[in-house]
């Protein structure tokens, strides 16, 4: 560092103030892997990636899987700090301590703070992201933004006026404008549930609700979807896909299912059978049965297998997300090599005040 940048450095008031390259908010990013493979592969685009602090928007339809991989990610924070408690903001009350215990958290570290309006979630967490230290291992779920009204919504209904509300989308933005240089600082992760809806016209497009802050102050937003899973004509689950609608780390409109069975759960290596077939690590035989291939000879392996076999092989795609070549094909086809600048899109959108 030069001895300017260093008087430089030193002379100010703001913490934390550092040359570019040693910059912990850019170099030290905090990753926490969770379970399920193709979530990592969401979140960063590699195998061995996972959530990181910052804001993250999983929106969609009702009974989308949103509020449980938002409880998958906290379980996975819980894993990896023992020391680590959650601040849940719920509007919807739908998250009861059995269904954390079900989920495999401790309901004692989840402090449930209610809320009723946007600005009554802004004061709040505010409030207590200021006693947040650096270091201190703290995991924010809000359920949900799509359902929370504006403080002048609820005092209209209060008094009976039927006005339109014009204010909802500036508290979001004030509230997303607060709290992201907290997250980011103090390397907290923070996931926020949010509905979406179909704009009205010959080609519909999905609207997330609150304006364009969310998509500014997301390091990613998700939006996902769902299929039924038949077993036959009986209905055994759903096929849920994550659509990546915005990402700082992987490309941008990516599609990351993962399936749900009503008798197993959430299938863990869920899509990493299309992609080993993709990468040639495994070859398919004929319909609905495949062989895995040796890597290293090229050699096909005997007997070949159904589906449902390898997918619920647990040993073969244990080795598999080991695997340097496997890892860099994820990346290679998921990951965002470095960000660019898009002088025709949003970087240059002028945002109302």
Known sequence: MSSLLEKLRKSGSIKHAESLDKSTFFNQKDTIPTELPILNIAFSGALDGGLIPGLTVFAGASKSFKTLLGLYCMKAYFDKYPDAVALLYDSEFGITPEYLSSNGIDASRVLHIPIEHVEQLKFDIVKRLEE?????????????????????????????????????????????????????????????????????GMFPKTIIPGGTAVTYSSNQIFVITKSQEKEGTELSGYKFTINIEKSRFVKEKAKLPFTVLYDKGILKWSALLDLALESGHVVKANQGWYNTVDMETGEVIEPKRRAKDIETDNAFFEDLILREDFKKFVEKKYKLSAPMLDLSGEDFEEEEV
Not at 184 to 195: E, R, S, W
């Open 132 to 200: 947040v230290q650096r270091g201190d291992h703290v995991f924010v779920l809000v359920d949900s933004l799509g359902a929370l009204a504006s403080k002048k919504e609820v005092e209209d209904a209060e008094n009976e006026k039927s006005v339109a509300d014009m204010s909802r989308a500036k508290a979001i933005r004030s509230l997303l404008r607060i709290i992201t240089p907290h997250l980011t600082m103090k390397d907290l992760p923070c996931i926020v549930i949010n509905h979406v809806y179909q704009e009205i």
